[in-house]
């Protein structure tokens, strides 16, 4: 079983930025794919980006795209996603997942808790 704990969230301006981080307790997430997710208030949870293991490709969703960058730590230990240039609509909680399986990220099979991040416009 693998529990992914996510941090970083929190309050910020428009134009600001976050990094967030993903750990699985108890284990590196080599051999994992990995991605994050958002959903807003009254909102489908929606992708954000992954990264791919084991060449470490990247995708991201049109809305983020050269403002977020997902990335994994050399230890394998953490996935971030730093978020730059943030928007009031970027609002939202913000959720890791995993699997070691090459699966659509929608259908990840490990998931965190959630994060949220809050940005005043």
């Known amino acids: 079983q693998v529990q992914l704990v996510e941090s970083g969230g929190g309050l910020v301006q428009t134009g600001g930025s976050l990094r967030l981080s993903c750990t699985a307790s108890?284990?590196?997430?080599?051999?994992?794919?990995a991605a994050w997710f958002r959903q807003a208030p009254g909102k489908e949870r929606e992708f954000v980006a992954t990264?791919?293991?084991?060449?470490?490709?990247?995708y991201y969703a049109e809305s983020v795209k050269g403002r977020f960058t997902i990335s994994r730590d050399n230890a394998e230990t953490t996935v971030y996603l730093q978020m730059n240039s943030l928007k009031p609509e970027d609002t939202a909680i913000y959720y890791c997942?995993?699997?070691?399986?090459?699966?659509?990220?929608?259908?990840?099979?490990?998931w965190g808790q959630g994060t949220q991040v809050t940005v005043s416009s």
């Open positions: 997942s995993a699997d070691r399986r090459r699966v659509t990220p929608r259908d990840y099979t490990y």
């Open positions: 108890g284990r590196a997430l080599s051999n994992y794919n």
């Open positions: 990264i791919l293991w084991p060449t470490s490709e990247t």
